[in-house]
Nanobody, 116 residues
């Protein structure tokens, strides 16, 4: 039983930046693969970025060069630094964690709105 608590969403103008944070409860954060997903209205949820327990990284093509995912295992926290934001980035952003046994956890989501 793990709880993910997200913060950092808000309203920003195009070209601006935001940093999302996700804090996990529990004792085994460093063993989880962590990721950020997003869902725009009437759209499918899509993966944005993943940082695995090994430190390996994955980014969606739409955010490469603009977003950076990182983690601080001592703080049980994963971050998403979002730069050069575009209106197309507007969505609810969800934190995700995956245990090695296949069990998944989701945060409640945080709204990111980018105005033109």
């Amino acid at each position: 039983q793990v709880q993910l608590v997200e913060s950092g969403g808000g309203l920003v103008q195009a070209g601006g930046s935001l940093r999302l944070s996700c804090v996990a409860s529990g004792r085994a954060f460093s063993t989880y693969d962590m990721g950020w997903y997003r869902q725009a209205p009437q759209k499918e949820r899509e993966v944005v970025a993943v940082i695995r327990r090994t430190g390996s990284l994955y980014y969606a093509d739409s955010v490469k060069g603009r977003f950076t995912i990182s983690r601080d295992n001592a703080k049980n926290t994963v971050y998403l630094q979002m730069n050069s934001l575009k209106p197309e980035d507007t969505a609810i952003y969800y934190c995700n964690g995956n245990r090695s046994d296949g069990l998944s956890y989701w945060g409640q989501g945080t709204q990111v709105t980018v105005s033109a």
